[in-house]
């Protein structure tokens, strides 16, 4: 099969996308976080041709995809008052919030749970695509399963081509990191199970409680039971081997001169500076823009032949704790303090 690559502005492409997805195909799509791989999520067949594309665990969860918050209803069995406050203030956008869901969602894009992920994307052709194609949409990131997440559409046409009929261009994404998915531990206690945009304090202002999950930061124990399945698996991971470098500026540096070679790269802030002959890559100066850059520069160190990568440790505050995240997941843990 030939991948197709769609551009959002074409309104006749669009279409074909959205028939593509009543036909019970997988098209790339964009969102405000990370690329999706769009299907039908009532359509078991469509949603193990995802489940196909990406190599995912089938216990492995589907966020399922409505363009706007009345629609949750139609799937869920219970959404508590704090919810429809979460959705008034943070929805559409970079949010995903767990329920109880009922019959309409199968239960291989539960992955065998009986909950459901309900999010709005803010990305105005993701919610062009959804009520254009009619249901509610399944979409994991659109990456090879334990890959970097994709944040424009070459990374999608890279990792799927060949695999998926249609990817849609809709350049780079915002965000650059996936939604904050949260549970209800009870109608007023939230639980952070991925940390994103939608952070922690930004939840507090609402008024209630909000717990961080302990396996955000943390190793799950083999065999441990974890809140959410995607907790367990091995993720983001380039092919070069990361390791987290905890440090300021100037010690970083040092550790740089010390650990240099041919094909080990450095990734640090902006205004880090290094000694000429280290390798590096830049990601930002701030949370925001590490999360819009982490995704890409851990592909391009992969372009690079990086076979050895150091990151300089991102602040773990606000958005930054959803960097962290995901660079000690790529990094598998690894984290040396200098
Ligand atoms: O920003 C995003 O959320 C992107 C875009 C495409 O919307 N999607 C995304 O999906 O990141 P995925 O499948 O790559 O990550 C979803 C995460 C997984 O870790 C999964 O285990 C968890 O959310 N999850 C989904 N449904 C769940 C459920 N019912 N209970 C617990 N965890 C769930
Ligand atoms: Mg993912």
Known sequence: MTTLLFNENNPKQLLQAAELIKNGEVVGMPTETVYGLAADACNPDAVARIFKAKGRPSDNPLIVHLADFSDAVNYTSYIPQLAYKIADKFSPGPITMIFPKNDRIPYITSGGLDTVGIRIPAHATARKLIELSGCPIAA???????YPSPTEASHVMLDMNGKIPAVID????????ES??????DDNTVRILRPGFVTKEDLLTL???VIVDNAILNEVAEGEKVSSPGMKYTHYSPAAKVTLVEGDSESFSAFANKNKSEDTYFLIFDNDILDNDCNFLTYGSNSTQQAHN??????????LGAKKVY?????????????????IRAAGFEVIKI
Request: charged residues 20%; hydrophobic residues 30%.
């Open 311 to 327: 990151v300089r440790v991102p602040d773990k505050n606000g958005v930054g704790l959803a960097v962290y995240n995901r660079l």
């Open 140 to 146: 994991p990131s659109a990456n090879t399963s334990g």
């Open 207 to 209: 008024g209630c409680e």
């Open 180 to 185: 904050t998915v949260i549970s209800f531990d």
């Open 170 to 177: 809709g350049g780079k994404c915002q965000c650059g990191v």
């Open 294 to 303: 982490i995704f890409s520069c851990l592909r391009r160190l992969d372009e």
